[in-house]
């Protein structure tokens, strides 16, 4: 299962899962572009681990690396309690 977390103002998704029993949690991130349909990247918390880069530039990357850095310990806890919506519910 995958949760919406944030979404900026170019249309870009950022989406986190649920905790894995292996207490990693994945963040995937898509943009929407017309050529290409869409670009994505996938991060795997908390390792910080990379994979799956298609379409973005490094520029790009490395804004994504650091709003994943200043975002990772929500994303965790909110991976705990079903998404940052249930969070805020309880």
Known sequence: MMYPYLT?????EITHSEMKQDGRVK??????????G???AVCWLP??????????????MSFFMQLV????????????D?????????
């Open 47 to 60: 390792e910080y681990t990379w994979e799956d880069i298609d379409g973005y530039s490094e520029t790009e």
């Open 38 to 40: 869409f670009h994505h």
């Open 82 to 90: 079903g998404g940052v919506i249930y969070a805020a519910a309880s």
């Open 8 to 12: 900026l103002n170019d249309d870009t």
């Open 27 to 36: 963040v995937y991130i898509e943009t929407p572009d017309e050529k290409d």
């Open 69 to 80: 850095r200043n975002n990772a310990s929500a994303m965790i806890e909110f991976s705990k």
